[in-house]
């Protein structure tokens, strides 16, 4: 797709990961797809080989909303959730999150801002984290960061497994 | 629960970045890509004084980004590579991760897209028709 080149990453202050993307669609469809379970579940995954069984939403101030992602071949799986803190469609959703086996204190808040112009929408998903351990941890491992955990605790995986596999 | 290695790791990062956040540490840095420096010649070009540069050279230090030369005398200043090359190839793997996704959100928008045309035709027909 001819997007990419509109994508911005940004590591903020001590505690922030600003991302900035254009999509070339007005932002009633990507608040839509951010929002609604049978969307979200065709494009919020991780790596290959990792599918969303779980997406439930409940889209208000004060609502919850929990995600679950499961490894197809080995079973393994990982959720994560939150609270919706502020919700005003189209263009504006923060929630806190934070992962089932997350080691930190605290939760994580998210804001997403849509702004459309021409038919366009910028997006800027900014993720304020509860220390900057935290934000470098999540910024080399977006993924394995909710794993961490669960590997310390199963210790059933080499550690060389669990890189290649999920950094691919 | 006992420090995991993201944690221990973790640390020179979050140093990193703060210290490339300000614009003359920045400049200091690209300065000593070209060679060592002492400190009288990384604060020529800067309208600052040599203790304020000194502060700069320490955070920078700190960070792991700059160390110290052999000589005496005038003790050089010398670019380390590793932490900046650590933080791009990280915030680089960051970018990835999400742009996988975003690839796969813009297909999705377009298949939205393509059905909003389509659905509204078909109403637009319907009206016509009836």
Not at chain 1, 31 to 46: N, Q
Not at chain 2, 67 to 92: K, N, V
Not at chain 2, 109 to 114: N, P
Request: glycine letters at 8%; hydrophobic letters at 35%; aromatic letters at 8%.
């Amino acid at each position: 797709m001819t997007n990419s080149g509109t994508f911005t990453i940004t590591a903020r202050g001590d505690r922030e990961i600003v991302v900035t993307r254009v999509f070339d669609a007005p932002r009633r469809l990507v608040f839509d797809a951010y929002t609604k379970p049978e969307l979200i579940k065709r494009w919020l995954l991780g790596p290959d080989g990792w599918s969303m069984p779980v997406c439930e939403i409940d889209l208000r101030e004060g609502g919850k909303y929990r995600y679950v992602w499961k490894n197809d071949s080995d079973g393994r799986e990982m959720g994560m959730g939150g609270v919706y803190r502020e919700v005003v469609a189209p263009e504006r959703i923060v929630a806190t999150e934070k992962f089932d086996e997350a080691w930190y204190p605290g939760e994580a808040v998210g804001t997403i801002v849509l702004v459309e112009q021409d038919g366009r929408t910028t997006l800027t998903q900014t993720i304020l984290y509860d220390s900057p351990e935290t934000r470098d941890a999540v910024l080399k491992s977006p993924m394995q960061y909710g794993l961490t955990a669960s590997y310390d605790r199963l210790e059933k995986l080499s550690t060389s497994l669990g890189s290649e596999t999920l950094n691919a | 629960m006992e420090p995991n290695s993201y944690e221990r790791s973790s640390v020179r990062l979050d140093a990193t970045f703060a210290a490339l956040a300000d614009p003359t540490r920045r400049a200091i840095l690209a300065r000593l890509a070209k060679g060592e420096a002492s400190v009288m010649d990384l604060a020529e070009p800067f309208a600052m004084s040599q203790p304020a540069i000194s502060k700069h050279l320490k955070v920078l230090e700190r960070a792991g980004l700059i160390s110290r030369g052999q000589d005496a005398q005038r003790r050089p200043r010398r670019l380390e590579a590793r932490p900046l090359r650590d933080a791009t190839e990280w915030l680089e793997k960051y970018r990835r991760f999400w742009e996988a996704r975003f690839q796969r959100l813009d297909a999705l928008l377009q298949e939205l897209q393509a059905g909003d045309v389509g659905s509204r035709q078909r109403s637009r027909k319907k009206r016509a028709a009836g």
